[in-house]
């Protein structure tokens, strides 16, 4: 196997920017028709930078595509009434073909009411009950931003996930758990033996060194060290972290849930962080929007 560490990178960017100009021709057809550009929406409550800088770069891939986005701002103190008419007047916009609500919420805000207003036919996050049922089914539906771009850098890097066993370590609502699903499923870049692990595995290192694909959604920096990964692995890191870093002249840097300086050396392919599974979020968002976009225009 090869040291350079270059030729086992999974380039999440580069792999997200394709994605983007295929979404960028298709739009520009539809001007070329003289139809409407699908337009995604996003809600963003109170003022948490970390937010807000997310909703900025779903706005700027909305228009590098040449989709039409709007935020809707409300202050943290908006009340859960007023958010769900907020939701209920997106709902109902025939313009909008997809919205977001930028989660987490304010605490006096009960988040699962909020998901479940979204109409299921608009909510391109793929977090509304209905959609991760029919996700669940095996049906078409919206896949949850994260897993699903994991699913397609898998594809476009040529991974093969037949057979595999995948150990995903994590069972968020948002990405370890769907993933598990999505990857276990009778169904194209799929057909994994999957695991799932948590906090309350036992011989963790043993299980995550059983894998072919070990995809890691932990939320703690570098926690994936060498002696978890078994030699020839590929590793797919979703943690993003920044962490204090002087010699930067921001004075951080991001990190991913790996310890990639010592586990990428072991691996057939590793995705970087940043630039790996980060990018492919966004893509996966605008892929939905497009997805509703049609299906709300049939
Ligand atoms: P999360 O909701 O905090 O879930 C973390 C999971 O890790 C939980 O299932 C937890 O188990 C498990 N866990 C925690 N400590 C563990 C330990 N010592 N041993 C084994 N399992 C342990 O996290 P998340 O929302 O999935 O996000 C994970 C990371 O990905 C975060 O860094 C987040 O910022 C990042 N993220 C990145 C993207 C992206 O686009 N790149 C998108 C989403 C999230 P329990 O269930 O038992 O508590």
Redesign the pocket.
């Known amino acids: 196997m090869s040291n350079n560490i270059s030729t086992k990178l999974i380039d999440g960017k580069k792999i997200a920017a394709e994605i983007k100009n295929e979404i960028a021709a298709e739009v520009r057809q539809m001007e070329a028709e003289g139809k409407r550009c699908p337009h995604l929406a996003a809600i963003l409550v109170g003022d948490d930078g970390a937010s807000k800088t997310y909703v900025a770069s779903k706005e700027k891939a909305s228009s590098e595509v040449g989709f039409t986005s709007s935020v809707y701002r409300y202050p943290e103190t908006i009340s859960e009434k007023e958010l769900l008419e907020a939701v209920d007047f997106l709902n109902n916009d025939p313009e909008i073909d997809g919205f977001i609500i930028q989660l987490p919420l304010p605490k006096h805000i009960n988040e699962s009411k909020v998901i479940e207003a979204v109409s299921p036919s608009k909510d391109v996050d793929g977090f509304n009950p209905v959609n991760v049922g029919k996700m669940i089914l095996g049906f078409s539906t919206f896949l949850p ?2 897993p699903f ?1 994991i699913q397609m850098l898998l594809e476009r890097a040529n991974i093969e996930t037949v057979g595999k066993h995948c150990v995903v ?4 609502n ?3 758990t769907p993933m598990a699903n999505m990857l276990s499923r009778n169904a194209a870049n799929a057909n994994c033996t999957v695991t799932v ?5 036992q011989n ?1 290192a043993e299980i995550t060194r059983q894998a072919d694909i070990l995809i890691v ?4 920096p570098f ?1 994936v060290k060498a002696d978890m990964v078994k030699e020839g692995a590929t590793v797919i890191d ?4 920044r962490i204090e870093d002087k010699t930067t002249e921001k004075g951080y840097r991001i990190v991913g ?1 790996v310890d990639f300086d010592n586990v990428a050396p072991k691996c057939s392919h590793i995705t970087p962080v940043p630039g790996g ?2 990018p ?2 966004i893509v996966s968002l605008l892929a939905n929007t497009l997805k509703a976009y049609r299906e709300n225009n049939k």
């Open positions: 931003a994260t771009g370590l994590g069972r968020s948002i990405v370890g692990c948590h906090s309350k595995t963790l959604a932990i939320g703690k926690f979703v943690g993003i972290h849930d599974v980060g492919m979020t």
